[in-house]
Nanobody, 119 residues
Framework: QVQLVESGGGLVQPGGSLKLSCTVS????????MGWYRQAPGKQREFLAL???????PYKNNMKDRFTISRDTGKNTVYLQMNALKPEDTAVYYC?????????????WGQGTQVTVSS
């Protein structure tokens, strides 16, 4: 069974940093793309960044100023380095992936990891 396993969330003070990780668990053929979304209380889930098979990294407007997406292809893992965090970054952060499994591209979501920015 294919799953996305996230880690790295937690409580951080304003101005601090966190690094989220998301690893593909299970047998897959390849990774088409992996990325990050977040959902704050009472708001819709929003796109943050993704990294494509060819290495392209589109970001949501202005997110690249503080957030950096990267990957370890050998480990089927994607990271989100978040710096200069603000209280408005508080949200549940979700990993998303489009994986090729048994010849078919399929969407997967992680379980979410809570990030709380507060003093």
């Amino acid at each position: 069974q294919v799953q996305l396993v996230e880690s790295g969330g937690g409580l951080v003070q304003p101005g601090g940093s966190l690094k989220l990780s998301c690893t593909v668990s299970g047998t897959i053929f390849s990774v088409y793309e992996m990325g990050w979304y977040r959902q704050a209380p009472g708001k819709q889930r929003e796109f943050l960044a993704l990294i494509r098979e060819n290495g392209g990294t589109p970001y949501k407007n202005n997110m690249k100023d503080r957030f950096t997406i990267s990957r370890d292809t050998g480990k089927n893992t994607v990271y989100l380095q978040m710096n200069a965090l603000k209280p408005e970054d508080t949200a549940v952060y979700y990993c998303h992936a489009v994986l090729v499994v048994a010849g078919t591209q399929t969407n997967y979501w992680g379980q979410g990891t809570q990030v709380t920015v507060s003093s």
